[in-house]
């Protein structure tokens, strides 16, 4: 069966920090893979998302990036956090069934 | 742009009612629109997919609507338990990639 998971859990950063969040998924090939972010009691916003190596799309301009160096592989970078990068991350993966499969999600704060 | 409503308020009722939420958009025609659960601090869970051409689909205590001339969904629970307690995200999937739009979900409660 397929597995998805993300680390950190959590995490405190300082403002100018970087940041690295990681995400692999085990049991399938070639998955779509996705960057969200949620925002305390908000819904979901698409970040990042990747439908092979190296191939990465963006959907809103910001202070991170994202990079996908093996198949099921999927990292979230900064190189200087800012407070409001402030949030719960969640790493996701589908295929083009359409629905989306989640990781326990990594929570940020930044001070 | 595509926008998707979702009830912010918290639903409250009583175990064994049926839990009935609601799901708004505007301005798409969706290929296929999919319900979600999310606890606190995990990440959401995939219930049910429902395409255009479904009026309605059914797993075990859940059923979902899909009008798509009304723009709407009604996700319910039918014999709701303190276990379903919970928030319920609505998505839409678009066609031009598998890119899902999320509603800001609903947060149900259900009292013993």
């Given at each position: 069966s397929q597995t998805i998971h993300q680390w950190p859990a959590t995490l405190v950063q300082p403002v100018g920090s970087p940041l690295s969040l990681e995400c692999t998924v085990e049991g399938t090939s070639n998955p779509n893979l996705y960057w969200y972010r949620q925002a305390a009691g908000r819904g979901l916003q698409l970040l990042f998302y990747s439908v092979g190596i190296g191939q990465i799309s963006s959907e809103v301009p910001q202070n991170l990036s994202a990079s996908r160096?093996?198949?099921?592989q999927f990292i979230l970078s900064s190189k200087k956090l800012l407070l409001s990068d402030s949030g719960f991350y969640l790493c996701a993966w589908s295929h083009n069934t359409g629905e989306l499969f989640f990781g326990e999600g990594s929570r940020l704060t930044v001070l | 742009s595509q926008k998707i409503e979702q009830n912010s308020e918290a639903l409250n009722i009583q175990e064994g009612k049926t839990a009935t939420l609601t799901c708004n958009y505007t301005n798409y025609s969706p290929a296929y629109l999919q319900w979600y659960r999310q606890d606190p601090g995990r990440g959401p869970v995939f219930l049910l997919l429902i395409r255009e051409n479904e009026k309605e689909k059914r797993k075990e205590r859940l059923k979902v609507t899909f009008d798509t001339t009304l723009k709407q969904s009604l996700f319910h629970i039918t014999a709701?338990?303190?276990?379903?307690s919970a928030t319920y995200l609505c998505a839409l999937v678009i066609n031009a990639g598998n890119m899902l739009t999320f509603g800001g979900g609903t947060r149900l409660m259900v009292k013993p």
């Open positions: 160096p093996q198949d099921r | 709701s338990q303190p276990a379903d």
